[in-house]
């Protein structure tokens, strides 16, 4: 099964369009990627935080340390290139089932059903 990329959003759904941020260089974003089976509609939800290095480093001065996996660490602020490298890692991660993509991704977001039992 191979995997694509359906939409990219702010975390809120609107579109990733509407982000601008102030600095290219100093910025911090929650994006929410649904992602899916090729050629099917149906999509599942991963979020993470996409940021500059910058940003990072204000946030891990604020009590020494950050601790998360779902960080993607870009050197400015690019949309479209921002959009290239999930693309890219999305389609990476094809697998025999769906399930083990999505396990694939959760190594790298939040995915939306982590938490389902």
Request: glycine share 4%; charged share 25%.
């Amino acid at each position: 099964m191979i995997p694509e990329v359906k939409g990219i959003f702010l975390i809120d759904f609107s579109s990733s369009e509407c982000f601008v941020p102030d600095d290219p260089s100093d910025f911090g974003v929650a994006l929410r990627v649904m992602i899916g089976p090729q050629y099917q509609d149906a999509a599942d939800s991963l979020r993470f935080t996409v940021c500059s290095p910058a940003w990072h480093a204000r946030e891990c001065a604020v009590d020494g340390f950050v601790w998360r996996w779902d960080i993607l660490i870009v050197n400015e602020y690019s949309r479209v290139e921002i959009g290239k490298i999930i693309e890219r890692v999305v389609s990476r991660s094809a697998a025999p089932t769906w399930l083990q993509i999505a396990e694939q991704m959760s190594r790298r977001s939040n995915w939306e059903f982590d938490t389902y039992t």
